[in-house]
């Protein structure tokens, strides 16, 4: 991003940002040079809109929204970066907080795929409680700090919670090795 200024009508200065590049990258990536970083965008898997069209198709699917950018490296490294965010963001929002369930609410679990979407885990003996309204709201709260993020049509799926643990996160390859975050709710 080229930030300039202006003073009647004339540039007077061009500076270069880069805080805005290293923001897009996982806090354990942070101090890594330029060159490391480009390993890691070489070898991060893609998204793959496939696995989400299944995702929609799946029983305990309640409601999906969005799509899936088929993107690769570089773009689906800060995709997945994006999503993070994101759901981060709506975990501590107070008007999410109502439908956790610690909180008498039916959600189980808020948190991205490594495939590219959001998840959001329902109770499966509580989905009943889940309104059209509910989901509605949801998915503007979802959609309110995708916004934020540049991200006009996130991908969210809420199912039923069907115990499996779900991998979350970004997945890159650095050094040959895969790293992905898991997660399972108790």
């Given at each position: 991003m080229l930030i300039a200024l202006v003073?009647?009508?004339?540039i007077v200065i061009i500076l270069e940002n880069k805080s805005e590049e290293k923001s897009l990258r996982n806090p354990n990536h942070l101090n890594l040079t330029d060159e490391e970083?480009?390993?890691?965008?070489?070898?991060?898997?893609?998204?793959?809109?496939?696995?989400?069209?299944?995702?929609?198709t799946q029983e305990t699917t309640i409601a999906f929204y969005g799509s899936v950018p088929?993107?690769?490296?570089?773009?689906?490294?800060?995709?997945?970066?994006?999503?993070?965010?994101?759901?981060?963001?709506?975990q501590k929002d107070k008007d999410f907080q109502k439908y956790l369930e610690k909180n008498g609410g039916t959600v189980q679990y808020c948190g991205s795929t490594a495939s590219g979407y959001i998840c959001i885990s329902i109770?499966?003996?509580?989905?009943?409680?889940?309104?059209?309204?509910?989901?509605?709201?949801?998915?503007?709260?979802v959609n309110k700090y995708a916004f934020k993020e540049g991200i006009y049509n996130v991908p969210i799926v809420i199912e039923e919670f069907n115990g499996v643990p779900l991998l979350i996160g970004y997945t890159s390859i650095f050094d040959g090795l895969t790293t992905a975050f898991?997660?399972?709710?108790?």
């Open positions: 003073f009647l009508g004339s970083m480009k390993e890691i965008y070489n070898n991060t898997r893609s998204l793959d809109p496939g696995l989400f069209d299944e995702k929609t088929s993107v690769g490296g570089k773009e689906a490294y800060e995709w997945r970066i994006k999503l993070e965010r994101i759901v981060d963001s709506v109770n499966p003996q509580r989905v009943n409680e889940l309104s059209q309204e509910d989901l509605e709201n949801i998915q503007c709260l898991n997660n399972i709710v108790k």
